[in-house]
């Protein structure tokens, strides 16, 4: 048995969308996947967290296993960067040399394995880096195999230093010709027998149901809005609402959660996030317990956009439904508006007119629909509009 000692590596944080896209690079704090959708993808998990997104506690001395899932052919590569800074790389190895895999789900050790996998100190926070490139990369700078190790020497130490070697590694290569996944866990303090450990299980996917099927039009949502840098890990299976579906996930950074939903008789899913998907639920919730979409907006029917700064210095969110809309800022909040106000709203130009942001939710004042702003204000009387200005 092989103890493998520093199981752990660099944080993998996908970039948020901006008007002008990074290059892909490689921090010391962060591993940033392509800013363009990847033709390649890997997600990596430990036997205790199947999503790949919590943080599982293992004893030293405790058994590990490794799960991989790549979307096509590639190289792959397994860093570890543990508590103290000190970095393996345990695949390849000498029990597996050739480490140029197919597209498909593997763990590691495999059935059969020659090796085994256990967890070492110090006692902290550790974390798993995955690699794939479709070309092989030169590792002789960060790793090399001498006489008869059956494991590499790494030659770097700490985030710092993989970071910077692995930048060089990868620099050359074209925008979309290799990715990464992370997984974190953490070292206790209480030593255990090693014990058999479960068989990592495949993540639940885009559009997945519990029965195994598959909601297409969530499945092409998620390709279209390059899912993995702005919705992330699906945490929840496709399941039934009101009439349609919905699927939950874990959302990328300052997205927040978020949620793809998809209403009976449509040909397209759109997604929802953050403080705009918490809005939304909060009125199901109030209106009818959350067993289907609030009323007064029915579905998403449009993907949620971003609002650049208007003549009040505001910047917001802005998502599209059925029946109305909701407007979001930092400076004032989330608020819904509906029916002639949002129509007389939208005509003159939205947030980025006089009017500027919603400060509070829609309203009936003395029978007539009313909502204010920053600019000025909406109301119905008899029935017609009328807009004032501050």
Known sequence: ????????????????????????????????????????????????????DGNPVYQIGERISVGVKTNADAYLYLFNVNADGNIDLFFPNAYEDSNYVPAGTRVFPGNGARYSLSVGGPNGQDKL????????????????????????????????GLAQALSIVVNPLPDNAWVTDTAFFRVGNVAQTPQPQ????????????????????????????????????????????????????????????????????????????????????????????????????????????????????????????QNGALYDSQKYGTFWLTGPVLKSYQGLGGSGSFLGFPTRDQSLLNGAWAADFEGGSIRTVGGAVKIYRK
Not at 14 to 36: D, E, F, G
Not at 137 to 158: M, P, R, Y
Not at 216 to 226: G, H, I
Request: glycine residues 10%; proline residues 5%; without cysteine.
């Open 1 to 52: 048995m092989s103890t493998l000692k520093r199981i752990s590596a660099l944080t993998a944080l996908l970039a948020l969308a901006a008007p002008t896209l990074a290059a892909p690079k490689i921090s010391a704090q962060s591993i940033i996947v392509n800013p363009t959708q990847p033709e390649l993808n890997v997600q990596v998990w430990t036997n205790r967290d199947a999503s790949g």
């Open 129 to 160: 880096l995955a690699v794939v490139s479709t070309t092989e990369l030169s590792l002789n700078d960060i790793a090399i195999f001498e006489g008869q190790q059956n494991f590499a020497t790494v030659s770097v130490q700490g985030q710092d």
């Open 198 to 321: 479960p068989t990592p299980v495949t993540r639940i996917q885009p559009g997945q149901r519990e029965d195994g099927s598959f909601d297409s039009a969530m499945v092409d949502a998620y390709a279209r809005l390059k899912g993995g840098e702005s919705l992330g890990q699906a945490t929840t299976y496709a399941v039934p609402w009101g009439d349609g579906w919905w699927q939950k996930f874990g959302g990328v950074g300052a997205y927040g959660d978020a949620a793809l939903l998809h209403a009976n008789g449509s040909s397209r899913s759109y997604s929802v996030h953050g403080r705009l998907l918490a809005r939304y639920l909060a009125l199901a919730q109030a209106e009818n317990g959350a067993t289907r979409p609030p009323s007064r907006l029915g579905w998403a029917a449009g993907d949620e956009k971003v609002i650049p700064q208007n003549r009040y210095g505001t910047t917001g969110l802005y998502g599209f439904f």
